[in-house]
């Protein structure tokens, strides 16, 4: 590898994100709590289509700056789809190969994502066996495992450098409670967590972080006690991209204020209800995400409180056509969704007129 490619290769990826906009904020209407606002981090905005994005644009320049990628370096990863969704679109760029290991239950519109960007698919009946496989590909392939779920809390700038706590508190100035609450994200690798626990802390801001969690994941009771690390066999959450049966390196419990467990259910009943007021589908961890927020929100009205909530749209609902937006598919699996989309869509909606 020569510096001169090096410098070419993160030029490239400067110039991608100088050429992209910052993503939304959009404000949700609470029509039955006064004095309460919540936002919605749109994420879905990316050229990739989802919060993944900022992570594997941070981990290949860590990877570049590193030396760990050179101009004939196969990359791999091991994920859930949506991070090597945007790591083949960064490969790309570079001209690189890429490899994603992937469970075999991946949602198919994702892995359509990865191939359209040019990845290959590497598809793995036991989830908990990526990370072994993605690094034995690396191996033979001599190339380099980017390891999100290592490197996600630190290839981030957490004191800024436009990282998504920066844009949030930036893009709240001019609200009517600048400061939020609480900000309540997910997590799958835990860097998205760590880059706001930590700002949040940096620039000194009361705002609490609140981490919306499948029951099904090692992350809350890690959270609860520090000796819990995995799941048993065969417990396994059905919401992609968050939620994880081992405790990852990224994840930095001590920056987190709260953990609330969501079942699987519920977040698809809040993703619906969502949708419904958007006027488009989104996946099923903003759901989860949102029906972390109602419970703070139903606290903070009980309490007397004002204030704002931010949470995270994380993708777009297209990629789970064949799966949590179609009837079929939600008939077969068994979740109980249908009260708390009714639940959600209370909250939301505006309240009927006195007749």
């Known amino acids: ?100 290991v992937v469970p075999a239950a991946t949602a198919a519109p994702k892995l359509d994502a990865i191939r359209f960007h040019g990845g290959e698919i590497h598809a793995v009946d036991d989830p908990r066996s990526v990370y072994d496989v993605a690094q034995r590909l690396a191996r033979e392939t001599g190339g380099h495992y980017l390891d999100q779920f290592t490197y996600a809390e630190r290839a981030t700038d957490w004191r800024g450098n436009n990282n998504i706590a920066e844009s949030i508190f930036a893009q709240m100035a001019e609200e009517e409670h600048p400061v939020p609450a609480w900000i309540v994200c ?41 000796a819990a690390v995995a799941l048993p066999e065969g417990c396994a959450s059905r919401i992609e991209g968050i939620g994880r049966p081992r405790v990852e390196p990224s994840f930095v419990p001590g920056v987190i204020d709260r953990m609330i467990a969501v079942e699987d259910g519920d977040s698809l009943g809040a993703m619906r209800a969502l949708g419904q007021v958007l006027g488009r589908r989104v996946g099923g961890s903003t759901g989860t995400n949102l029906w972390a927020c109602a419970q703070l929100i139903r606290e903070m009205a009980a309490r007397g409180e004002r204030g704002s909530i931010v949470t995270l749209l994380c993708d777009g609902g297209d990629r789970y056509g064949c799966t949590y937006h179609d009837p079929a598919w939600l008939a077969e699996s068994g979740l109980a969704w249908e009260r708390a989309e009714a639940e959600m869509a209370g909250l939301l909606s505006p309240p009927s007129p006195r007749t």
């Not at 309460?36 to 989802?50: C, M, N, R, V």
């Not at 880059?195 to 009771?221: E, K, M, W």
């Open 186 to 226: 997910g997590a799958g690798t835990g860097g998205t967590s760590a880059t706001i626990g930590r700002f949040i802390r940096y620039r000194r801001y009361a705002t609490q972080l609140c981490v919306a969690d499948p029951v099904n994941s090692i992350f809350h009771r890690h959270y609860a006690d520090r």
């Open 1 to 100: 590898m020569t510096r001169d490619w090096l410098a070419e290769a993160i030029r490239r990826i400067e110039a991608d994100y100088n050429r992209s906009a910052d993503t939304h904020l959009i404000q949700v209407d609470l029509p039955h709590h006064d004095g309460i606002q919540l936002y919605l981090k749109d994420e879905s905005s990316h050229p990739t289509g989802s919060l993944k994005h900022r992570l594997a644009r941070s981990l290949f320049l860590y990877a570049l700056c590193n030396e760990w990628i050179g101009p004939d370096t196969c990359v791999i990863e091991a994920s859930s789809g949506s991070t090597a969704v945007s790591e083949a679109y960064f490969a790309k760029m570079l001209g690189l190969r890429f490899i994603a």
